[in-house]
């Protein structure tokens, strides 16, 4: 699903990413972990095509319409309602049976009753949650995940446990965090971004 | 026609957006009024109408460039701009939605300020409004995709104006020309031609302004 | 890479001595124009130097649509450089026309000379040009942006030739006239050697300039691996 040769990614002289080669095979379940600045979240950007590496290759066997992605920003409009937003972005990713997807998503990840209210009235938690619903909206084949669980409260981290235990196997699952151990049984590959620099 | 659809969405959102914040079309209205008031004392007591005619064309750009520089705030605050470009779409569509807001902003700002200039200074005709149609299509258009660019730049709000300006001459050109000159004709002809080319132009590139 | 940069000697070279025949025979051997007596031969410079400058400004579109078309970082490179070259011809064709100015007219600039405000907008569009590049954190980035709007201004150059004609229909009315130069044979031989030493001072100049970039580049890459 991917393969990277000799990646690497410089911002301006600074080199984030240096020679890193990788592969995650279909259904793979990659945690990626390392200490700030160790470019997990360079590296997932990479993989969304968001980024282009400065050096080597990266291959991604899915096109833009199968990646989710979550990045440390939300990416939600902060004064459009949940519902609005989702249904944005529900038209660009072009899902079928739009309204109901996004019924069942904010159900499940307890957003429903404020569906009609603007992202700026939320807490912390309800945004991450919303942001999960964006990335999951479209059913993506390769799930794209960079600390999903911060900001999270844990009702919802409980929620998205459970997700990403009903999704394993099932999807490509590239996650970065800081608490490893919690995903250490979902886990079907690890990478130190620390040790690989 | 999915890609049409994909820009009604997202220039539905923009115009939602703007509803919601009501921060960009207020201050544009009361800028360009205010310019226009400027312009009278800035006229010299044996001004023509010419010349109030030609400062017109300064008011609309500027408030155009106040305009662009928040056309792409809110996707610049919060890296939306990212959302938006990893969707499957095309992304010219974003380009053309987001210039159809602004044209939509403009057009709201202009229909403020062509009569405050008939009331001010003097008389507006067909030709005139013509002329403002056609610049605001090019303003738009290559407004929008230098607003993208100093976007993702450091200084912002200090480098639009100054990747506008230049390429907002002929513009100009093109306006005061249609406004004072004997044969308007020649300068409306301009303006399209101007339009036609940075148009698509513009929609062929936004694409590598967005991406990397 | 090497570091012995041999096309930019041959052509600094060729510069030099295409630059020093042409000039002399510009002020020594070719004859005085009808119109405009002795201070026509600025014309020389002037004219040689601007169509360099148009020159510099397409070649740097040219790599600008390389950039992106294939994706190539080396073509960022050699953009910039070609723009930055075109924008020093322009400021040089601005001083010139300005000096020509002064002397057939007696001011230092004048509305109605077409090329020199041609020039002064161009120069304004490709100082915003490196604006934009030194407000931007160096990347993929950067460069495709550079190259969009190197792409524009090349565009932009008929469109304001265009846009400063049509402007003459409303502006005040320029006093100032010049005759095109009637060439006489003669007269467009130096103008042609003129004009090859400039294209070849460009070359030098583009060729050396890049050199040194490259050489920088490499330099902090090597300092970064050391690191």
């Known amino acids: 699903m991917i393969a990277a040769r000799g990646l690497e990614r410089r911002f301006g002289s600074k080199r984030i990413l240096r020679g890193l080669d990788l592969d995650v095979g279909d259904r793979d379940f990659l945690v990626v972990t390392g200490p700030n600045g160790s470019g997990k979240s360079t590296l997932l950007g990479l993989c969304a095509g968001l980024l282009a590496p400065t050096g080597g290759t990266i291959d991604v066997a899915a096109d833009r319409g199968e990646i989710g992605y979550l990045a440390h920003e939300p990416l939600v409009y902060r004064e459009l309602t949940a519902l609005e937003n989702l249904d944005l972005y529900g038209r660009l990713y072009r899902v079928p049976e739009r309204r109901e997807r996004i019924g069942m998503l904010l159900e499940r990840f307890l957003l429903w009753e404020a569906r009609h209210e603007r992202v700026s009235a939320f807490s912390r938690g309800m945004v991450q949650r919303l942001a999960l619903c964006r990335a999951l909206l479209h059913e993506p084949r390769l799930l794209l995940l960079d600390e999903p669980f911060t900001g999270l409260d844990p009702a ?17 699952i590239v996650v970065s965090t800081h608490e490893p151990d919690r995903l250490r049984e979902l886990a079907t590959a690890r990478l130190d971004l620390a040790r690989a620099a | 026609m999915t890609y049409f659809g994909d820009v009604a969405a997202l220039a539905r959102k923009d115009l939602l957006l703007e509803l919601r914040s009501r921060d960009t079309l207020p201050a544009m209205l009361l800028f360009v009024v205010s310019t226009l008031v400027v312009f009278h004392f800035a006229l010299p007591a044996d001004s023509s109408d010419v010349a109030a005619g030609g400062l017109l064309w300064v008011a609309i750009v500027f408030t155009a460039l106040l305009g662009l520089t928040r ?92 990747l506008f300006l230049p390429l907002a001459i002929p513009v100009i050109v093109g306006g005061v020309g249609a406004t004072v000159a004997d044969e308007p004709a020649r300068y409306l002809g301009f303006l399209a031609l101007y339009d036609l080319l940075f148009a698509i132009l513009s929609w062929a590139s936004f694409e590598y302004v967005v991406t990397e | 890479m090497s570091l012995r940069n041999n096309r930019g000697v041959a052509l600094a070279s060729t510069a030099a001595l295409l630059l020093l025949a042409g000039i002399s025979l510009a002020f020594f051997w070719v004859p005085d124009d009808v119109d405009q007596g002795f201070s026509q031969r600025i014309f020389y410079i002037h004219v040689p130097v601007a169509l360099t400058a148009y020159a510099c400004f397409g070649w740097g579109a040219w790599k600008a649509l390389r950039l992106l078309w294939t994706g190539e970082v080396r073509y960022d490179l050699e953009s910039y450089t070609a723009v930055h070259m075109g924008v020093i011809f322009g400021i040089l064709t601005l001083v010139t026309g300005s000096i020509w100015a002064r002397i057939s007219w007696g001011v230092w600039w004048s509305w109605g000379e077409r090329q020199l405000v041609l020039f002064l907008v161009l120069f304004l569009f490709y100082s915003a040009y490196f604006m934009l590049r030194y407000s931007t954190e160096p990347g993929p980035r950067r460069e495709r942006m550079s190259a969009v709007y190197a792409l524009f201004g090349v565009v932009l150059i008929p469109v304001s030739f265009l846009a400063i004609r049509l402007a003459e229909g409303f502006i005040h009315p320029t006093v100032f006239t010049r005759d095109g130069p009637q060439m006489a044979g003669s007269m467009f031989f130096v103008f ?27 330099l902090r890459e090597l300092e970064e691996a050391r690191a």
Do not use: H
């Not at chain 2, 403009?106 to 062509?114: K, N, T």
């Not at chain 3, 090859?196 to 050199?211: D, V």
């Open chain 3, 192 to 218: 042609c050697v003129c004009f090859a030493g400039t294209l070849a001072l460009a070359g030098a100049l583009y060729a050396n300039e890049l050199l040194g970039k490259r050489v920088d580049a490499s």
């Open chain 2, 71 to 162: 056309a792409f705030a809110a996707e610049r605050e919060q890296r939306l701009l990212d959302g938006l470009v990893l969707a499957p779409c095309d992304r010219s569509a974003i380009w053309l939605a987001k210039g159809a807001s602004v044209m939509a902003f403009l057009l709201l700002a202009e229909a403020v300020a062509l009569p405050a200039f008939a009331l001010f200074f003097a008389p507006v005709d067909v030709t005139l409004v013509a002329a403002v149609l056609l610049a605001d299509i090019g303003i738009a258009a290559v407004g929008t995709l230098l607003a993208a660019m100093a976007a993702a730049s450091r200084a912002r709000e200090l480098l639009l104006p100054l």
């Open chain 1, 156 to 172: 919802g981290a409980t929620l998205l446990d459970a997700e990403l235990e009903a999704l394993r196997g099932a999807r490509t």
